[in-house]
């Protein structure tokens, strides 16, 4: 399996200064509940090709939205502490949740028509993206009033997420991939009295053993600049430059939940394998995490939501409907993937191309780290898939 996971690895990135239809560089670990099952990686984390450092296991980078997982972890441990509970009213704890509107779209003269909301909002609702805080850049009229009234959203601080609803939580078949997991960092840290990333270095990362992820610049040592994977953007000619991040590390206000993480591969596996092993978690909790959190009407906007925004290349291609549906967590496929991943499994990505999943019922979970956008590259939705397929047929297919 190993020869072959390399191979794939090799021939999808860049082993020259040439990237057509090529990565600068990837790393890929599969893990089960005690072992490191594979790890490599292959190309630089920079260009030229024969300057640049290679890109490892431990090279650092940004996994923005690879974050939610260990931010959901890290209030279902607040709820396993009785400290909170999923569908507790969370709006006498966060003063901005009392006064939140949502908003209904804009009349003639072009001004938003909000209403107030008179629903609860819960740790549920905002684990699942079904509180109605959505990301303007999906959601036009968030995005129109983004413009009208020069909010940034983008700012990664409490007042950027500070946005009307695009539908009352929980409700009106809502599903909305949005901040809702900012938010609920932001639920912790009035909890904990911790910032987030003081809670996930005592509670996930000493646990683990994890020394490098970090929110912070200011923790970004010497060492690990030297390991700093730079993002690449492809081209119309299916080419990559290197650039910088859209929201460099330095200007984030808050630690984001939501996408503001910096890690390796290396690392990122030790928290897979701890999910699969429970050591972070236990049992009930976990089990609720990966159960289908949303009805029907809510599934029936989250499938469209995913194809028409391309959330998710894993179950493109598959003839079969897999029901997807939405964990505490990440999305679940109901189904087996033929040949892949059983029905029940957990995943997300990240607008950088990052991708886990999470296959309790075949006991494996896998992670691939690469720095490419935009987000839903071709070149890195054929080499998850296909190493996914490996690991199924030559691993699982013999356990």
Partial sequence: MADKLNSILQSHVAQEDNTTDKLLGASFILVNKNNTLF??????????????????????????????LLTSISLLQLVERNLLTLDGDLRP????FNTVQILRGFNDSNSPILEPNTSPLTLRHLLTHTSGYGYDMMHPNLTLWCRSTGHNQH???????????????????????GTGIDWAGIVLEEITGQTLGEYFREHLFKPLGIKDSTFKSKEI????????????????????????????????EKESGGAGLWTTAEEYSRVLKAVLNGEILGKELMDEMFKRQLNEEQQV???????????????EGVEEDVEENFGLAGALNLKDLPGR????????????NSHWWIDRESGIAGVLVVAVMPFGDSVVNKLYRELESVVYDEFVSIC
């Fill in 39 to 68: 790890a490599g990686s292959s190309g630089r984390i920079n260009q030229p090709y024969a300057a640049s450092a290679p890109f490892t296991t431990t090279s650092f980078a940004w996994v923005a939205s690879l974050t939610k």
């Fill in 93 to 96: 704890l966060i003063p901005e």
């Fill in 155 to 177: 700012a990664m601080s409490r007042a950027g997420w500070d946005t009307p609803l695009v539908f009352s939580p929980g409700r009106e078949a809502g599903w909305a991939y």
């Fill in 221 to 252: 040592t010497q060492e690990l600049e030297k390991r700093k994977v730079k993002l690449s953007f492809r081209t119309e000619e299916k080419e990559l430059e290197v650039g910088d991040v859209p929201i460099p590390v330095e200007a984030f």
């Fill in 301 to 315: 906007t989250l499938k469209k939501t995913l194809a028409e925004n391309g959330m998710a290349p894993d179950y």
């Fill in 341 to 352: 991943r059983k029905g029940g499994s957990l995943m997300w990505s990240g607008m950088c």
